[in-house]
């Protein structure tokens, strides 16, 4: 991907008549360290959309996110306060035939959005669930401007009220991309 800290992982899928097998995760395969902490497991239906969550860094959460059934658009957003893809965007289509996957550093906003009639995403986290560090900024934020392909996706009441980018910049809720590079050299 484009996004400094963001990895896009496509696995060899060898299929024959009685199905299909592929290694979904494998440690020795990624560009750095990732301790395994706390796995989620996300149902959705078509036009939900989930995110833009980031934690605060240290200790953030890395994700390594896949969609095991149905198909989702991935997005990871650049939120590192100074860093020099801040506020840029990419999005990857995660779906349960091409079997790919997304690893997220800390530091980076990660949100999809449900394609599919029934969406099931499942993330190992780095990190387990730490709500009073956890964040995000609003996913309709008009100057993040992602291009979402529906017209009014199914939000949470939480992200709903998101504060945007800039509010969440003026707040001191982004992390800072010294203290994420900090961070990402400690790992080695």
Not at 161 to 186: D, H, N, R, V
Request: hydrophobic share 40%; with cysteine; net charge negative.
């Amino acid at each position: 991907m484009s996004i400094d800290g963001a990895w896009e992982f496509t696995p060899r899928v060898h299929a024959d008549s009685r199905g299909a097998f592929l290694e979904a995760y494998r440690a020795a395969d990624l560009p750095r360290p990732f301790e395994l902490a706390q796995v989620n497991c996300s149902i959705s239906q078509a036009g939900v959309l989930r995110g833009v969550h980031f934690a605060d860094v240290p200790p953030g959460q890395a994700k390594y996110v896949m969609c095991v059934s149905g198909a989702i658009l991935d997005v990871v957003v650049d939120l590192r306060e100074g860093s020099p893809g801040f506020g840029r965007w990419e999005a990857v289509q995660l779906d349960s035939d091409e079997r790919r996957a997304v690893l997220i550093a800390e530091g980076l906003g990660h949100a999809f959005l449900a394609l599919s009639e029934q969406a099931t995403v499942v993330y190992l986290c780095s990190q387990g669930y730490n709500p009073g560090h956890e964040h995000g900024v609003h996913p309709l934020d008009p100057d993040l401007d992602i291009r979402w392909p529906v017209d009014e996706p199914i939000l949470s009441d939480k992200d709903a009220a998101a504060p945007t980018m800039k509010a969440a910049l003026e707040a001191g809720l982004l992390p800072s991309y010294t203290a994420c590079q900090e961070f990402y050299a400690g790992l080695h």
